[in-house]
């Protein structure tokens, strides 16, 4: 199944970032919480990269551009979805 994408959608906060990750054809989400932190986030990007390809994407909100930035600065797939457009 390496050819399958694994859909990741993150929900920023000031403290933690919440993480819903859809693996290929599976039919539900494995969730967790990590603190919003360089570090646990490197710890993600590892993670992550064992179930490429990797689709990742989180809401336009307060906390800005930073967890993107960081994202793709590590090469994983990363879109801002602006709140109006997901629908």
Request: net charge positive.
């Amino acid at each position: 199944m390496k050819n399958a994408i694994t859909y990741v959608g993150l929900d920023a906060h000031k403290k933690d970032i919440y993480v819903a990750m859809l693996v290929g054809h599976e039919r539900v989400p494995v969730t967790w919480q990590l603190a919003n932190e360089p570090n646990a986030l490197r710890r993600l990007v590892r993670k992550l990269e064992r179930e490429a390809p990797v689709r990742c994407c989180y809401e336009a909100g307060p906390c800005g551009y930073a967890l993107q930035r960081q994202l793709t600065t590590e090469h994983v797939s990363c879109q801002v979805v602006a709140p109006a457009q997901t629908r």
